[in-house]
């Protein structure tokens, strides 16, 4: 089976469901509250890990009550730990998450010990990094180790997928033009693009000039609209999923978690992005980020009744 690398966060999600935001100087009180692993990268790599892809994960926890605990959930879905290393005298990142009544989220992020994730550590794994057949990144980590591991995929002929989230301005071009995937959101792909994205039709003239610069691949993710495809297969549009949301935190990561089992597993894109579109929809009616993510079974009963 091939493996999947994720390179990239892992944070603890501090998830505060609300009736609204206080004003300054307010105290108020919320409905509800629950504490869960988190991170873009361990999300994705989780939600692939629930599909049953074989995944290799290479991050960093801190020094703290949280590290034992997120080490356990990698383990637990069976992804390979031996390469998420403890910083001492540093916290684990963490992310206070909050959850309005119609389901939007707002989310901080405290980086903690995956600011110290470094090229050097993209060294440590080089031997197995060479084994797997696609690496995944996300921008919760630092740039220049994100660049490295660009490099790193390009040099040795690995696919390598960039989720440019949280959104950055200034990514560097010649780094963008090695990447197989870019898989975006809208407002993710305006700062990217430098363009006004309102609109599909708007994301997908963005897109092709991403295209015309380099990039194999890029996916537009659109929420409850589905995603768009423009690239070396052509343009199309997977349509999106009518269901009722009630928490649609980590739905982006579930996303690519799908998408990565899937293409990784046969190569066929549009089908992966069909996949991932379902499985997206299916992880906002649950709460929770990586506890609304579907393992094989429950998805193929979400498909069922679809
Ligand atoms: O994409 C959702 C994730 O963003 C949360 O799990 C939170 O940890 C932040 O990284």
């Given at each position: 089976?091939?493996?999947?690398a994720?390179?990239?966060?892992?944070?603890?999600?501090?998830?505060?469901?609300?009736?609204r935001?206080?004003?300054?100087?307010?105290?108020?009180?919320?409905?509800?509250f629950?504490?869960g692993?988190?991170?873009k990268?361990?999300?994705?790599?989780?939600?692939?890990?629930?599909?049953?892809?074989?995944?290799?994960?290479?991050?960093?926890v801190?020094?703290?009550?949280?590290?034992?605990?997120?080490?356990?959930n990698?383990?637990?879905?069976?992804?390979?730990t031996?390469?998420?290393?403890?910083?001492?005298?540093?916290?684990?990142g963490?992310?206070?998450?909050?959850?309005?009544?119609?389901?939007?989220?707002?989310?901080?992020?405290?980086?903690?010990?995956?600011?110290?994730?470094?090229?050097?550590?993209?060294?440590?794994?080089?031997?197995?990094?060479?084994?797997?057949?696609l690496?995944?990144?996300?921008?919760?980590?630092?740039?220049?180790?994100?660049?490295?591991?660009?490099?790193f995929?390009?040099?040795?002929?690995?696919?390598?997928?960039?989720?440019?989230?949280?959104?950055l301005?200034?990514?560097?071009?010649?780094?963008?033009?090695?990447?197989?995937?870019?898989?975006?959101?809208?407002?993710?792909?305006?700062?990217?693009?430098?363009?006004?994205?309102?609109?599909?039709?708007?994301?997908?003239?963005?897109?092709?000039?991403?295209?015309?610069?380099?990039?194999?691949?890029?996916?537009?993710?659109?929420?409850?609209?589905?995603?768009?495809?423009?690239?070396?297969?052509?343009?199309f549009?997977?349509?999106?999923?009518?269901?009722?949301?009630?928490?649609?935190?980590?739905?982006?990561?579930?996303?690519?978690?799908?998408?990565?089992?899937?293409?990784?597993?046969?190569?066929a894109?549009?089908?992966?992005?069909?996949?991932?579109?379902?499985?997206?929809?299916?992880?906002?009616?649950?709460?929770?980020?990586?506890?609304?993510?579907?393992?094989?079974?429950?998805?193929?009963?979400?498909?069922?009744?679809?």
């Amino acid at each position: 089976m091939s493996k999947i690398a994720v390179i990239g966060s892992n944070m603890v999600d501090l998830i505060t469901y609300i009736d609204r935001m206080p004003a300054q100087g307010e105290t108020l009180e919320a409905p509800g509250f629950a504490l869960g692993c988190g991170g873009k990268g361990a999300n994705q790599a989780v939600a692939a890990a629930k599909l049953g892809a074989q995944v290799l994960m290479v991050s960093k926890v801190g020094d703290d009550m949280f590290a034992d605990n997120t080490l356990a959930n990698f383990q637990r879905f069976g992804i390979d730990t031996r390469y998420v290393q403890r910083v001492p005298g540093v916290s684990s990142g963490v992310a206070p998450i909050f959850v309005s009544p119609d389901s939007h989220n707002s989310i901080l992020i405290v980086k903690g010990a995956n600011a110290h994730l470094s090229p050097a550590d993209i060294d440590a794994a080089a031997a197995d990094l060479r084994e797997c057949t696609l690496i995944v990144l996300q921008l919760e980590i630092n740039l220049d180790t994100v660049y490295y591991a660009i490099e790193f995929a390009h040099r040795h002929g690995i696919a390598v997928l960039l989720n440019p989230a949280p959104a950055l301005a200034g990514l560097s071009g010649t780094h963008l033009a090695q990447l197989d995937f870019l898989i975006p959101n809208e407002s993710e792909l305006a700062l990217i693009s430098g363009q006004v994205v309102d609109s599909p039709e708007a994301a997908q003239r963005a897109a092709r000039t991403l295209v015309a610069n380099g990039i194999r691949h890029v996916i537009v993710t659109l929420g409850e609209h589905g995603a768009l495809y423009v690239g070396e297969e052509g343009e199309f549009r997977v349509p999106g999923r009518k269901v009722v949301a009630r928490d649609t935190t980590g739905a982006g990561d579930a996303f690519i978690g799908c998408f990565i089992q899937h293409w990784s597993r046969d190569g066929a894109i549009r089908q992966a992005m069909e996949q991932a579109v379902a499985y997206s929809a299916c992880s906002v009616m649950a709460l929770g980020t990586q506890t609304s993510y579907p393992d094989r079974q429950a998805f193929a009963r979400f498909q069922q009744q679809q």
